[in-house]
Structure formats: structure tokens, C-alpha cells
């Protein structure tokens, strides 16, 4: 079993910056990929980005540039850095971690970006 434990989501004004962490215990297969997605009010779940354990990265369109992720595979966490936070990146924010035969959700830390 794995579990994923999110911290770092909160209030912040347009233009800001945000620092989620996503913590993996259990049993950490040595490869797997962890990654953010995020649920706005009335939209499905999208991708943010993920990463592999060799730092293979992918980023959706609406995240280059803005966002930045990384993880420290000797603390199996991922961190999804995010600046110049727009309104529309209002979310809420979910850690995943998936290999070949399993997937896992974190549940959901809350991200609103208002004034």
C-alpha cells in the first residue's frame, strides 16, 4: 500500500506563489511516476504535471512557465512550485502516484487564487 499526504495549498492573491509537497509512505516501487492534477468547480480533473524517478517531466500546456516540478526520490515527496498564480488556476489540487500496476490519489489540498 501507498499513501500520499499533500500539504501547502491556501489563499493567495493573483500574481502569487504557492509551494505544494505531495509525501509517499509505504511501499515505494523504485520506479514510478508522481504528479499533481487539479478539479476546478464544474471541470474534470486535468493534469498539472508529472515526473518520473529518472526526472522525466511532463507539463500541461496551461502549467509552462508558470509552474515547476520536482521530487526528492530519497524522501519520495514531489513539490509542484507555482508562480504568478492566475484566478483561473483555482483548484483543487491532487497528488497522484501511479507504476504499472497501481494508482494512487492524495486527497486534495485547495488552492484559491483571489483578491
Known amino acids: 500500500q501507498v499513501q500520499l499526504v499533500e500539504s501547502g495549498g491556501g489563499l493567495v492573491q493573483p500574481g502569487g506563489s504557492l509551494r505544494l509537497s505531495c509525501a509517499a509512505s509505504g511501499t515505494i516501487a523504485s520506479i514510478n511516476t508522481m504528479g499533481w492534477y487539479r478539479q476546478a468547480p464544474g471541470k474534470q480533473r486535468e493534469l498539472v504535471a508529472h515526473?518520473?524517478?529518472?526526472?522525466?517531466?511532463n507539463y500541461a500546456d496551461s502549467s509552462k512557465g508558470r509552474f515547476t516540478i520536482s521530487r526528492n526520490n530519497a524522501k519520495n515527496t514531489v513539490y509542484l512550485q507555482m508562480n504568478n498564480l492566475e484566478p483561473e488556476d483555482t483548484a483543487v489540487y491532487y497528488c497522484?502516484?501511479?507504476?504499472?500496476?497501481?494508482?494512487?490519489w492524495g486527497q486534495g489540498t485547495l488552492v484559491t487564487v483571489s483578491s
Open positions: 515526473i518520473t524517478g529518472v526526472n522525466m517531466i
Open positions: 497522484n502516484y501511479r507504476t504499472r500496476d497501481l494508482e494512487v
